[in-house]
């Protein structure tokens, strides 16, 4: 029986981790023993706890509870927390009796976190192999966060999950996997899996139509709303951009289309330091983070998205809702390649005509991110790893 740690933070990795989590339970329960560690990077009750009653995800057995702080202070904590675990130390609130602490055979890791990084390093330095969901993603935009905590992750993983063939594509011009020579090394392999966000978004694409009521609650009509989140630092802590991409929201509500925006903790932080006036409307909705059913029924029904969300730019496209995308660039080139998205920055006229752009036109979401079984094929890969 393999041993296996999923290593968790951050909102989007907790909802990553459910289609892993379900996979061991449904079709690897022999092989496979999955343990969670949640470093406590998101820890609101509707950033963290929510997902793992909602889509079953069982309890961690490790909570670091590092919380929020300078990437320094977040990821070192983080670092000590986690190279504890992999040692079989106490951490105090840990569900596991001492006694029970075995090695783990393996970490699994998912997206670009200061928990992903974390994790890379401390396991990597303690030998313990590293599987990375969502390898081979590159902004090339080295002031994000982000970009190098997967950078690190992906030169330090054993196996790499690349989503798509772009995510492929990038590792092998970094010559991940390979010597100088070009020879495939034996400690590292490049798979393309899939997404296993477009696993979830499947699975509980129909159990979110039955359980949510949001789009009722609200008083929204089909396809004639905007779903809209931000939450980088580059939009956040800067107010012009904050600025603009509100006058923007703003003006669509004030045309009469309904404007819904779940506030990302980070957002609503910086909109009272900034004491942001956007113009009130009863067509703008500023509501608090939403549970995934809930978003997954806005993604589904929204005339047009607009974020700088990974995850909720993806979804959006799954769900055959084009997306404005309020970023410079994306990982997620096929979506702008396909026409399903644009990229339009954080420039007030930019945004606006990007959204007339994708209300106007036909839009086609060519089907880029597998099968819906990425999950089932990363297990397969690691337990082949250890034979
Ligand atoms: C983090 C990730 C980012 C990911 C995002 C998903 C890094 C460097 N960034 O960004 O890649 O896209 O999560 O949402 O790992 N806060 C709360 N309650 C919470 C969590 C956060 O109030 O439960 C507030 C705190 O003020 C905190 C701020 O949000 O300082 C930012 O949180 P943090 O986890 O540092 O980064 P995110 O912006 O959430
Ligand atoms: N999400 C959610 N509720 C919200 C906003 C987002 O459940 O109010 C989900 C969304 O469906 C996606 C994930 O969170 O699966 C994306 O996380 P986030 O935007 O925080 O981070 P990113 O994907 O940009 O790293």
């Not at 949510?212 to 939009?235: K, M, Q």
């Amino acid at each position: 029986m393999l041993r296996l740690l999923s290593i968790i933070g951050a909102r989007p990795q907790i909802i990553k981790a459910a289609a892993i989590s379900r996979a061991v339970r449904t079709q690897f329960a022999g092989q496979i023993e999955e343990h969670i560690l949640h470093t406590g990077q998101h820890y609101d009750d509707n950033m963290s706890e929510v997902f793992f009653r909602e889509l079953g995800i069982p309890s961690p057995d490790y909570n670091l509870h590092v919380g929020s702080g300078s990437h320094a202070e977040q990821t070192g904590e983080m670092l000590k927390g986690i190279e504890k675990v992999l040692q079989g130390e106490p951490i105090g609130n840990s569900r596991l009796e001492i006694g029970d602490v075995k090695p783990f055979d393996g970490v699994i890791l998912y997206g670009d976190t200061n928990s992903t990084l974390a994790g890379a390093l401390a396991a990597s330095k303690l030998q313990v192999p590293v599987f990375h969901v969502e390898a081979g993603l590159r902004s090339f935009n080295m002031s994000m966060p982000e970009e190098i905590n997967r950078i690190v992750a992906d030169r330090l993983g054993n196996l790499l999950f690349a989503p798509t063939q772009t995510a492929v594509r990038n590792l092998e011009a970094e010559g991940v996997g390979c010597n100088v020579y070009g020879e495939q090394h034996a400690w590292q392999k490049v798979v393309l899996s899939g997404d296993v966000m477009y696993d979830n978004s499947m699975y509980f694409s129909a159990m979110a139509d039955m359980k949510s009521d949001i789009i009722e609650r609200l008083g929204l009509s089909y396809r004639n709303f905007v779903l809209a989140t931000i939450h980088r630092p580059a939009n956040t802590d800067n107010p012009e951009n904050l600025r603009s991409i509100f006058r923007a929201l703003s003006d669509i509500a004030a045309s009469g289309v309904d404007v819904i925006f779940p506030c990302h903790p980070r957002t609503r932080k910086k909109l009272s330091d900034e004491s942001l006036e956007f113009r009130e409307s009863s067509h703008f909705h500023l509501i608090d983070p939403v549970s995934f059913f809930e978003i997954i029924r806005l993604e589904k029904n929204a005339r047009v998205v607009m974020t700088d969300s990974g995850g909720v730019q993806k979804e959006a496209f799954f769900y055959g809702t084009p997306c404005v995308i309020l970023r410079p660039e994306t990982e997620w080139v096929e979506i702008v390649d396909a026409g399903a998205g644009i990229l339009a920055d954080a420039g007030y006229e930019r945004i606006m005509k990007a959204y007339a752009d994708l209300s106007g036109r036909e839009v086609y979401f060519p089907p880029l991110f597998g099968d819906a079984h990425a999950s089932e094929r990363i297990l397969s890969e690691i337990i082949d790893f250890f034979n």
